[in-house]
């Protein structure tokens, strides 16, 4: 069965310092990867995603994904946190064979950054 | 708005009572998921549909839970005989499917918070 695993449960940063949350998938096929984010009292938004091509992509806020294949692995980063940063991140994976109706979730990493 | 709608948005019932949770998608996606998320974890699949047809429901999904997307358009997802085990917050996505069978990324409700006593 899939999973994803995301190795921060909460992260605390000071504004400015730079952002690398982790996370890995169990899945040996084609993949479709996603970050989501949910800010305090929000619904979930989609913060970037990944199908085919370029392994580095760029999302909304400065944001950035980069999908490493052979790691398994589709960790988000952002050079410089704000304030305005502070949610929870929820990294996301889909199969392309098997159920396609099904989008699995990490447990999220909940970041919190200090003005 | 044209995003995903879920109402209502809180519901406290007690124990033993049946509830109804009603999404209703953003109009030109044709599928539609319903996910739960319990605090400190992240969205749980419960159940898709493409158009009227539901093509998945998770083990989560007991017999209690029923969902309905009758018209292809709105979906409701009623559980039976509330436990305290049910409160979390239920979710409602919605999406295009391309040509291909790839999903493009979910658009998320609000959600409901379900509170069981």
């Known amino acids: 069965a899939q999973s994803v695993s995301q190795h921060n449960h909460h992260v605390i940063l000071s504004e400015a310092a730079s952002l690398e949350l982790g996370c890995n998938y169990s899945?040996?096929?084609?993949?479709?990867l996603f970050w989501y984010v949910q800010y305090p009292g929000q619904h979930l938004q989609l913060l970037l995603k990944y199908f085919s091509g370029d392994p580095l992509v760029k999302g909304i806020k400065g944001f950035e994904a980069e999908f490493i294949k052979s790691k398994f692995s589709f960790n988000l980063r952002k050079p410089s946190v704000q304030w305005s940063d502070t949610a929870e991140y929820f990294c996301?994976?889909?199969?392309?064979?098997?159920?396609?109706?099904?989008?699995?979730f990490g447990k999220g990493t909940k970041l919190s950054v200090k003005p | 708005d044209t995003g995903v709608s879920q109402d209502p948005r809180h519901k406290i019932t007690k124990r033993g009572q049946n509830v109804t949770f009603r999404c209703d998608p953003i109009?030109?996606?044709?599928?539609l998921y319903w996910y739960r998320q319990t605090l400190g974890q992240g969205p749980e699949f419960l159940t898709y549909?493409?158009?009227?047809?539901?093509?998945?429901k998770s083990r989560l999904l007991s017999d209690r839970f029923s969902a309905e997307r009758p018209k292809g358009s709105f979906s409701t997802l009623e559980i039976q005989r509330t436990e305290q085990g049910d409160s979390a917050m239920y979710l409602c996505a919605s999406s295009p499917v391309s040509q291909t069978g790839a999903d493009y990324g979910y658009t998320f409700g609000s959600g409901t918070r379900l509170t069981v006593v």
């Open positions: 109009s030109e996606h044709n599928r």
């Open positions: 996301a994976v889909m199969s392309w064979g098997g159920s396609q109706g099904n989008l699995i």
């Open positions: 899945y040996g096929g084609t993949v479709n």
């Open positions: 549909f493409q158009n009227e047809a539901q093509l998945e």
